[in-house]
């Protein structure tokens, strides 16, 4: 099978917003939009006054879609579900939306089963696993070294992919190729914070990444020894197509006789 190798380039990047969102009470989702002029008989519930109007979005209680854009049938799903997973992505790439498709929530547990997640990036997959990279004392690194299993999950249009599996830290040489691609602050940006998860003030950080841009001028930056990658091996794939009356398609794959057995799931 193919080694396929995505976004190498991809880096994180916010759009900047200036609506801020607050609940004000179950199932009632307002957003407070800063404007520039304010209305001199501003009647809205806003108590805190900061030049701020409110307006009003749809109940959280309203909000729904109905799925209509696609279909996932026994006999179009490709039997291999790396090449399925490609398929997919190769179609979320191609909507061009403003959505990063490589985005995935990874999800880990520690020894005594306590459950976190958050989202990192998939740098490469193949037939082997799906690859991110990520801080080796990071809270999501020392759950994987006690409880060497993860989920990842990826949102795209109208679907969703869940595939679980064990994990392995990728070889060092892998790291280090990957390490060489990334813009150099993102790698200065790497070794800015050796204990990811303890907590920091800004201004630590910032002093932390100019003594490290001093320390490496004119130089290459070498990949940290706490940084690299995990890959998730995976034992089991669910493809989730929404559709109509939420009668979605689900089909899960298991290992089967060095192969693959593909089941469909209730919605
Ligand atoms: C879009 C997006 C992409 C991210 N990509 C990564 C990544 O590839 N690797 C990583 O370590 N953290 C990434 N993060 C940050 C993580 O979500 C998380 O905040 C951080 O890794 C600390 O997680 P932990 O304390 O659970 O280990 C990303 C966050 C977002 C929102």
Redesign the pocket.
């Known amino acids: 099978m193919n080694f396929y190798s995505i976004f190498r380039s991809s880096s994180?990047s916010f759009s900047s917003s200036k609506s801020r969102v607050i609940l004000f009470r179950s199932g009632d989702l307002r957003s407070v939009i800063p404007t520039p002029t304010p209305k001199s008989n501003n009647n809205n519930k806003n108590t805190n006054n900061n030049d701020m109007t409110l307006t009003e979005d749809p109940p959280l209680s309203e909000m729904r879609r109905d799925y209509q854009e696609g279909h996932l049938e026994e006999t179009e799903i490709l039997s291999d579900p790396f090449q399925q997973f490609q398929k997919w992505l190769h179609e979320e790439v191609n909507l061009k939306n403003d959505k990063?498709p490589n985005?995935m929530t990874l999800s880990?547990c520690t020894k005594d089963a306590k459950p976190?997640a958050?989202?990192?990036?998939l740098?490469d997959f193949d037939e082997n696993g799906f690859v991110?990279?990520?801080?080796y004392n990071?809270?999501?690194?020392k759950?994987l070294i006690e409880n060497p299993f993860a989920s990842i999950t990826f949102y795209w249009t109208q679907r969703q992919i869940r595939i679980e599996g064990s994990v392995v830290k990728v070889s060092k040489e892998q790291s280090e190729a990957y390490f060489k691609t990334r813009p150099r602050a993102s790698q200065i940006g790497a070794w800015v914070s050796e204990y990811?998860?303890s907590e920091i003030t800004k201004q630590q950080l910032v002093e932390s990444q100019t003594k490290l841009e001093e320390k490496f001028e004119g130089a290459e930056v070498p990949m940290p020894p706490f940084w690299g990658g995990w890959r998730v091996i995976p034992s089991s794939f669910e493809f989730w197509q929404g559709r109509g009356g939420r009668i979605h398609d689900r089909l899960f794959f298991k290992p089967h006789n060095k192969g693959w057995e593909i089941s469909r799931l209730s919605p």
């Open positions: 994180l990063e985005a880990t976190s958050r989202i990192v990036l740098k991110f990279y990520t801080n990071s809270r999501k690194s759950e990811q998860s």
